[in-house]
Every structure is written in structure tokens, then in C-alpha cells.
């Protein structure tokens, strides 16, 4: 099986957690860094949280790189505490990260990452775009020349956001990033709410979590039962929707993540509907499709892959 070489930029969160886990124990991926970004907690808070998923999945090969602390403008956004808890991945006693930090800026990483790759590498950001965009601005070449295969992100909504009426969390935080995402030219594929609520953390999937009975399958379902609590008190929800995987299995395992093409574009102005993502699924305005947008999942499929990266990452490796 050829490997999909991919860059993980994310801000961990729970659900980037599961992300960082489905992304480095896939056969199907090549994990060739990690990268943060402020959004969910500080950009210190984040970057703690990623290098403590490392330590106790034993992802020790795959350097971590800290980036962005705020949005391109400069723009306080706040972070998303009333869902994540104030470490950013409450839930749990993760102890001291053992894994240590890559000294470069993650978008020096990210570049340095694209040259040294034969193939075209695919991004997969799960928080805030800021990082992408800076490495589009930045490293302009970089996509001109074909080193980004396609990016696969988790944000934005086709009907209701989170964090707005219709605004989803990670692309409210930096709208001007996200514009020269969905702008760039290259390949894009949006896995929004729309999509991402229908990844439940059911009973049945942790159940199959528990049965595992590793020190990491039992943390992964401590921090999902806090996540689904908060998502309970907050939005009345039966179980943890766990977004951020659901844009990893897409680049696994394309036909577990149905989608079809579309226009998307940023609002930036709008005094009410800043952030949101105006999908024009039907061709109204006339735009040229410029994504893919996410619509259905095959939720057993998912978690299949999702229950299998636990467990492969629950055996000690040599």
C-alpha cells in the first residue's frame, strides 16, 4: 500500500486528540508532523496538549511544532473553554509530556516538511486556518510548484454553526485564514458540522473503546465522557460529536465521508454572520465549485477506524 504523506495542523482538544491518534496508527498514512495552532486553548495550552497525546499514544518519531498564537489580523478570538475545559483537554490526569518540541515555527516546519517530500503532501488542518495561510502566503512556491496534494479541513457548516447562529468555531476564529484557504486554487475538501455531528462517541463505540484495555483506551474514553458532557449541557446533545477524525478518515478512506462539490465562501464583514462559510450547493450565484463539501458518514466505518488506531497504538512498538 503507498502511504498519503500528510501534515496535521490542529489545536488539541479533544477531538483533535482522536485526530493525532486515527492519523499516526492509519496504514494508510504517512504522519509527517504535527502542528498547532491557538484556538481551542493558548497556543501553549494546545501545544502541551498535542505533545501529551504524543507521549501516551507513544508517538515519538513525528516532530510537534508550535505556530500561531492569534488570528492573522490580530484579533483576540477567545478560546473554547466552556467546551474543552481550561487545559484545553480537560477530562483526565495526563501528567508531564515526555515527547519534546520541535525548536522550528510550525510554518517553517510545514515548508520544510513540503520540500523534503518526493510526493505532494496533504494538509489536514482540525483548528484555526491561520497556519495553512501563513504557509500559502509565506510559500507562495510551494503550491505553485504541486507540493500540496489537496487540503482536507475540519470547519465551517453548510446550515448552522457552533460558536455563531452561522459560524462554526474554527473558522470564526480567523475568517481572513480561512478566505485564503477556500481562495487559493488547490484542491479543498470542507468536513464541517454538517458532517462531523454525525460522529457520535455512542455507547456502543466506547464500550468497544473500554474492551481494548490499554492505558490509552481507557484516557481516550475518560476524556470523551468529559467532552460528551459538555456537549450534554451545552448543546443537548445524546453523545460527543468528535469532529476533527472525521477530516483524517476522509483522506483514509475517501467513500466513509461522502461529499460533493461546491462553492464556498467566507463572510468577513457581516455584522451578524461573520466567519460563517456560504455554501452554494445548488449553483445559484453563478461561482465555480471551489471544494468539496462533507455531507454524509458512514459512522460504523469511522469508528471502525477510529476503535483500530487505539488499538494498534495500545501495543508497545519497538
Known amino acids: ?66 505556530g500561531a498564537p492569534e488570528p492573522l489580523l490580530g484579533r483576540p478570538s477567545g478560546h473554547a473553554s466552556r467546551v474543552h475545559g481550561e487545559s484545553g483537554m480537560d477530562g483526565a490526569d495526563l501528567g508531564e509530556p515526555t515527547v519534546a518540541l520541535d525548536p522550528r515555527h ?43 496534494r489537496e487540503i482536507v479541513l475540519m470547519g465551517g457548516a453548510i446550515a ?36 462531523t455531528h454525525q460522529a457520535l462517541a455512542i455507547e456502543d463505540v466506547l464500550a468497544r473503546l473500554r474492551a481494548i484495555g490499554s492505558p490509552l483506551s481507557a484516557l481516550v474514553v475518560d476524556l470523551l465522557d468529559f467532552f460528551a458532557d459538555r456537549y450534554r449541557s451545552l448543546w443537548g446533545f445524546p453523545a460527543a460529536p468528535v469532529h476533527d477524525p472525521v477530516a483524517v478518515a476522509r483522506v483514509i478512506a475517501p467513500e466513509v465521508v461522502r461529499c460533493e462539490p461546491a462553492n464556498v465562501v467566507i463572510e468577513l464583514h457581516g455584522e451578524f454572520t461573520r466567519g460563517a462559510t456560504v455554501v452554494d450547493r445548488f449553483g445559484v450565484t453563478g461561482r465555480e465549485p471551489n471544494a468539496q463539501v462533507a455531507l454524509d458518514l458512514d459512522h460504523g466505518a469511522f469508528w471502525a477506524l477510529v476503535v483500530d488506531a487505539v488499538a494498534t497504538l495500545s501495543v508497545p512498538r519497538a
Open 1 to 66: 500500500m503507498t502511504r498519503v504523506p500528510v501534515l496535521l495542523d490542529c489545536d488539541p482538544g479533544h477531538d483533535d486528540m482522536v485526530a493525532i491518534l486515527l492519523a499516526a496508527a492509519s496504514p494508510a498514512l504517512d504522519l509527517r508532523a504535527i502542528t498547532t495552532v491557538g484556538g481551542n486553548g493558548s497556543l501553549e495550552q494546545v501545544t502541551r496538549n498535542a505533545l501529551l497525546v504524543c507521549t501516551h499514544a507513544g508517538i515519538v518519531d513525528v516532530p510537534v511544532a508550535a
Open 106 to 148: 510550525a510554518v517553517d516546519l510545514m515548508a520544510d516538511v513540503l520540500r523534503a517530500s518526493p510526493e505532494p503532501v496533504t494538509l489536514i488542518p482540525t483548528g484555526p486556518l491561520t497556519n495553512v495561510a501563513l504557509l500559502l502566503t509565506r510559500h507562495p512556491e510551494l503550491a505553485a510548484a504541486g507540493r500540496i
Open 160 to 195: 448552522t454553526g457552533n460558536w455563531q447562529p452561522l459560524a462554526e468555531f474554527n473558522i470564526w476564529c480567523d475568517p481572513e485564514a480561512a478566505h485564503v484557504v477556500f481562495s487559493s486554487g488547490l484542491p479543498v475538501t470542507m468536513c464541517g458540522l454538517d458532517v
